[in-house]
């Protein structure tokens, strides 16, 4: 009888943004804490990442990966996947429930993140540019459009589809990186569903986790 093997997850030594949890390890832990699945890390320095012994487990040289036994994932999108399929807690039981809850994943994160990414890279790598005051405003109203069809389809619900997925945990994780800008708080539907999320007790200790990494403290 084999012992059931504990995961290892890469995250960031130091993380860029301050164990603000805006890192993408965040999601796979949050999966981990939902499924009840313990884990442990491996941190990885900016340097390291980029050596053959990491590019082994993520050949574009990234955090998160995920090592479970001789299975190495990385993406965080597939790694959630990968957690919600092996385990009770974020895909519902009904096969077409599971299907739409999956549709949101790849919603999240092929229609809802990549503008709100295009937004994160004109600020931190275009702000010098001439044309950045013109192209700003183009960027965050294609944020807007999607967020407007978001919230529409929202409407008063709690979650996207039913009970709580991996879906809604993707799609709170690809929205909090817009909370910094302001634009979350312009669809007070999108801010309460984002609100929820956090306050789910598996979302507080993944949070505490990520943080207890940057600030060397265990999690309260
Ligand atoms: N599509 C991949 C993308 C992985 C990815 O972007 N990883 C980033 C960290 S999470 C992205 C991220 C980075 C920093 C912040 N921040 O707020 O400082 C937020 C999110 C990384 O390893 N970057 C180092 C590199 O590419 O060399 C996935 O979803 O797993």
């Known amino acids: 009888m084999s012992l059931p093997t504990i995961p290892i997850i890469t995250v960031f030594e130091r993380s860029p943004d301050g164990g603000k949890g805006l890192a993408r390890d965040m999601r796979v832990r949050w999966a981990l804490e939902e499924v009840g699945q313990a884990y442990e890390v491996r941190l990885v320095s900016f340097g390291a990442m980029k050596e053959a012994a990491h590019r082994a487990l993520h050949p574009f040289g990234q955090i998160p990966t995920y090592e479970e036994g001789d299975l190495v994932l990385f993406e965080s999108g597939a790694i959630v996947l990968h957690l919600a399929e092996r385990h009770a807690g974020l895909l519902p039981d009904n096969a077409n ?21 295009d937004l994160q890279t004109t600020k931190f790598l275009e702000g010098d540019k001439p044309w950045y005051e013109q192209r700003l405003p183009l960027v965050q109203n294609r944020i807007r459009d999607r967020l407007g069809e978001l919230s529409d389809r929202l409407g008063a619900a709690d979650w996207l589809d039913g009970a709580f997925s991996a879906g809604d945990l993707m799609m709170v994780a690809v929205l909090l990186r817009l909370k910094a800008s302001g634009m979350l708080a312009e669809y007070p539907n999108l801010s309460a569903y984002v609100a929820r999320g956090e306050a789910r007790p598996a979302y507080k200790r993944a949070f505490d986790a990520q943080l207890a990494v940057f600030t060397g403290k265990p999690p309260t």
């Not at 999956?102 to 993140?113: C, K």
């Open 97 to 117: 429930a599971r299907a739409r809850a999956i549709t949101w994943m790849f919603t999240a994160l092929n229609t809802v993140e990549p503008p709100i990414l």
